[in-house]
């Protein structure tokens, strides 16, 4: 546990390490091996991070705009033997987000993304790009006390969305060991979420959960449908025009098995949970924030995908 800790606050690094099968003798059929275990993996990384476990608001800001960028490093072996090579994997998101209100009690967050990824393959090097796909998801608030009348402050938000398929979505690509290296899924997905924030003084804890109800593209391909949780300890410092939000927390997914032509490919169900740490600073309506995750525990893909780090960074305008 002490060995965890250390890691998550001071290094940010993370592994996934697996014992894979070793053969002797060259398996004269390894290139159907070979596809055959392309098929398994996990819409874990990817198109499929676009919101999810990394959240759709700020601590500082409840309405803005903005800009947010986050990185995730991964890398891939097809796991046929014990000295099997590893390749990088490089996710690359820009997103325009925005957390607006349309009515009382009632915001709409939209993100729209552009991915940018790149790998190392046997053959050189893969670059994919492109729009990604449009999240718009809206909230009402349930209950909210007000800041001076309790000893708490409590804050719950319930709503729904939907993420439209803008991204292109590559079956050259499916077929490879990590069949998420997409800029998008093709297809429609539906969401369900619920924010809860409770505050003492300047102390809070920000939960959040949402699930990802996922449906086959045109491509006849359709990702595990995904439940995404994270809850977040802050400190909130106020004074004057300038704000300041340390944070400590965890997230975690959980993914359903995939499908491909309506049947179930195996190996693809799994989970992860995350440690996190991060602040947000703010002054006047500008603010700033940086977070990075680190895996704590996961059960992906079969060992055959090993995340490194994820982290982000973000520009908000608080309207």
Known sequence: ??????L???TFQLGLASEKDSL????????????LRQLDDCDACGCSASGGSMGFASMLNSNFIGVRYFYQ??????GLYSNSAWYDENFNTIQVWARIPVATNFQISALIPYNFHNRQTETGSQIISGIGDLTVLGMYTLYQTHKD????????QLGGGIKAPLGKFDQANNGSINPSYQVGTGSWDYFLATEYIVRRKQFGINAMLNYILKTENKNNYQ?????NYAGTFF???????????????????????????GQELKNTAGDIFFGKIGFEVGKDKLSMG????????????GGNVEANYRWSVNLNYGL
């Open 8 to 10: 998550l606050v001071f």
């Open 73 to 78: 490093s991964y890398s891939s072996s097809d």
């Open 1 to 6: 546990m002490k060995k965890y800790i250390l």
């Open 223 to 227: 990702f595990g449908n995904q439940l």
């Open 290 to 301: 940086i977070n990075a995750m680190l895996p704590i525990n996961q059960n992906l893909t």
């Open 24 to 35: 002797v003798v060259q398996n004269p059929f390894i290139k159907y091996q070979k596809f």
């Open 235 to 261: 400190y909130l410092y106020e004074k004057d025009q300038f704000s300041f939000a340390p944070q400590l927390g965890f997230s975690g997914e959980v993914y359903q098995s995939n499908y491909q032509m």
């Open 149 to 156: 009348s309790t000893f708490l402050v409590h804050s719950l």
